[in-house]
């Protein structure tokens, strides 16, 4: 801090009582005398450090954001003519851990990226780093929605409108950093999706908006105008929440088993619906439903409006509740018969349209997770000293990282090329030519966020098994890398839809 005193090691070593206690980590100096009494781990484990230098001790024990959160209290000057060594990252700042972020963020080249995306990414990292993460650390720990202050804000900075990706619906939107509505592509909508899950809080991630970006969708492809008036600029802005209900306890990835059901009233003005939804995203909080339900012409998705007769029940799962994952029982609910999507009994077509984009949304969010669990290994590899040695040292650990690294390389630039055909094909050519290799894509993802885990847990050990401290994202990760495994497809139907789609193209060839 500028104006602050230097030292000698010297003068910090004589500083070494209970009644003056002063440490070096890096080139800093700090006054924790009063700090010793409310030490978690006792004042014992800084007193065996008093006077002397502990920067290998508290980075073997304490995060990075932990010396942050105390620093302004605690520290006193800097040891004279010694610079800092230890890169601390800033808001909006880039890493510069080696595989950290996808190479064209590292300084290597790319013919995907401009000028724009970079712009993007800088605006969008320092509003997550500044307006996002505090509230999400709290929240994630402590099993809360996002609140309703933060959606707001989300919205006033066009968040919410980059998440439904590219399209005429964001004309009249403000986006961040001043982009465009008609310059934004699905590279952008990619950088924001990789940002969410750079956070390292996966249930807030999804409580963030998870929702929106399936739920939305319907409405301004199916909804009506006057419904599309009404219901877009109040859930990009923030003010009201919406998500996608399709998923019941007896229809999963079978969704022609749907038993929700929705009858005409006597008048013919409303429909009344009747029956539950399991595992919605965002439900406990959402004000809009975008709905799928049985009428006598079949499937059919209805937007429904919380209002008597819909009840929302939280589903504790993997994850924090901060997900909003919810049960919802529908008893009686009257829905204008305005509300329809699409047409009676072709709710299939409308729950279809958006699965493509759903599931590469999925693999940006995934592989991104992936590539923070990469670097927090590769920190600890290089931080960790055990046997007189850093674990990076020992050949074992530098081959652990090598196939996670290897891994995670490989899905990035097999998403950056289907995002590059998603800026190149309309909507008809992307769903012919890449329903089968997103469904592949998102296989391959969910393998490859399994191996990280294992290894992870294995380079973190205990820590990793562990949900606060050095491992926190280990764990959290390892508990939560198969929610993609799971949701928009399970692993098993991707593999299969994958050949498929590709059997459709196979020519009259033999061996």
């Known amino acids: 801090m500028p104006g602050q005193q230097e030292y000698t090691r010297e003068e910090v070593a004589t500083h070494n009582t209970e009644s003056s206690c002063w440490i070096i980590i890096d080139n800093v100096v700090y006054d924790v005398t009063k700090f010793l ?134 004309q009249g939107q403000n986006l961040p950093g001043g982009l465009k509505p008609e310059e934004m592509d699905f590279f952008h909508e990619q950088i924001m999706h990789e940002e969410s899950a750079r956070i390292g809080c996966p249930g807030f991630s999804d409580g963030l908006g998870a929702g929106l970006m399936i739920g939305l969708p319907p409405i301004f492809n199916f909804g009506s105008y006057e419904m599309q ?18 998923t019941e306890p007896f229809a999963g990835s079978d969704v022609a088993r749907i ?68 049960y919802i029982t529908f008893e009686n609910v009257k829905v204008p018969v305005e509300n329809i999507l699409g047409k009676e009994g072709q709710g299939f077509q409308v729950i279809m349209y958006n699965f493509n984009h759903e599931r590469w949304a999925i693999c940006c969010s995934v592989i991104r997770a992936s590539r923070l669990i990469v670097e927090e290994c590769f920190k600890w590899a290089n931080q960790r000293k055990i046997f007189g040695k850093r674990l990076i040292d020992q050949p074992v650990i530098r081959a652990k990282l090598a196939h996670m690294i290897a891994n995670v390389e490989a899905i990035q630039n097999w998403l950056e090329n289907i995002t590059y055909q998603m800026t190149q094909m309309s909507y008809k050519e992307q769903s012919r030519a890449l329903a089968g290799p997103i469904a592949l894509l998102k296989l391959q993802c969910t393998r490859v966020s399994h191996m990280v885990s294992d290894e992870a847990c294995q380079i973190f050990g205990g820590r990793a098994i562990t949900k606060t401290g050095m491992g926190r994202l280990i764990e959290q990760f390892q508990r939560t890398n198969k929610f993609g495994a799971i949701l928009g497809g399970s692993e098993e139907i991707m593999a299969d839809l994958g050949v498929r789609q590709a059997m459709k193209d196979f020519p009259n060839a033999r061996l």
């Open 37 to 170: 009494d409310l030490h978690p781990g006792g004042a014992g484990v800084i007193m065996d450090m008093a006077g002397k230098d502990a920067t290998d001790d508290f980075y073997n024990l304490h995060r990075q954001e932990h010396l942050l959160k105390y620093s302004k209290r605690l520290q006193i000057g800097t040891i004279a003519g010694q610079k800092p060594e230890i890169i601390v990252t800033g808001p909006g700042d880039i890493s510069k851990v080696p595989y950290a972020e996808a190479n064209y963020w590292q300084g290597h080249r790319s013919t995907y990226y401009n000028d724009s995306h970079k712009a993007f990414r800088v605006v969008l990292r320092k509003f997550y780093d500044e307006e996002i993460i505090p509230e999400a650390l709290v929240s994630e720990e402590l099993g809360k929605v996002p609140s309703p202050e933060l959606f707001r804000k989300m919205g006033d900075f066009g968040l919410l409108a980059a998440a439904v990706g590219p399209g005429p619906h964001l």
């Open 229 to 246: 008036q009404k219901i877009i600029p109040e859930v990009l802005s923030g003010r009201k929440r919406i998500c996608l209900a399709i």
């Open 259 to 326: 038993k929700t059901t929705a009858k005409l009233s006597p008048d013919g003005k409303h429909y009344i619906v009747n029956g539950t939804k399991k595992w919605i995203t965002n439900g406990v909080f959402c004000d809009y439903f975008s709905t799928a339900v049985r009428t006598p012409k079949g499937i059919t998705m209805l937007l429904i409006e919380r209002s008597e007769g819909l009840e929302t029940k939280p589903i504790k799962t993997s994850y924090s509740p901060a997900a909003g994952t919810s």
